[in-house]
């Protein structure tokens, strides 16, 4: 059984850090993609980055130069390290995992659907 529990999340000034991080239980990183995703009260969930196997990420235009999303195979960890954050920032952060035969996230990395183990979610808050 995967599970995945994020922690990390908290209250920050706007230009203040913050780093997330997501314990994965029940499976090995093997052929694992894995993402990030966040949603703001009345606003749709946001894939914001997402990491390949071989370590490879892609980052939505509106977290580039700020996000850093990395993972540790050996502690089955993930983590996302966030900067110079913004109101615009401030949601409920979401781990997300998904096999794949390949390793890779591929087009679809933002595609919430497509992600068949999630957590359930640290808020950040940006005052």
């Known amino acids: 059984h995967v599970q995945l529990v994020e922690s990390g999340g908290g209250s920050v000034q706007a230009g203040g850090s913050l780093r997330l991080s997501c314990s994965a239980s029940?499976?090995?990183?093997?052929?694992?993609?894995m993402a990030w995703f966040r949603q703001a009260p009345g606003k749709e969930r946001e894939g914001i980055a997402a990491?390949?196997?071989?370590?490879?990420?892609t980052y939505a235009e509106s977290v580039k130069g700020r996000f850093t999303i990395s993972r540790d195979k050996v502690k089955n960890t993930l983590s996302l390290q966030m900067n110079s954050l913004e109101s615009d920032d401030a949601a409920t952060y979401y781990c997300t995992a998904d096999s794949r035969t390949s390793g890779k996230c591929g087009v679809s990395w933002n595609w919430w659907g497509n992600f068949a183990f999630r957590g359930q979610g640290t808020q950040v808050t940006v005052s």
């Open positions: 029940g499976y090995t990183h093997d052929r694992y993609c």
């Open positions: 990491i390949d196997i071989d370590g490879s990420t």
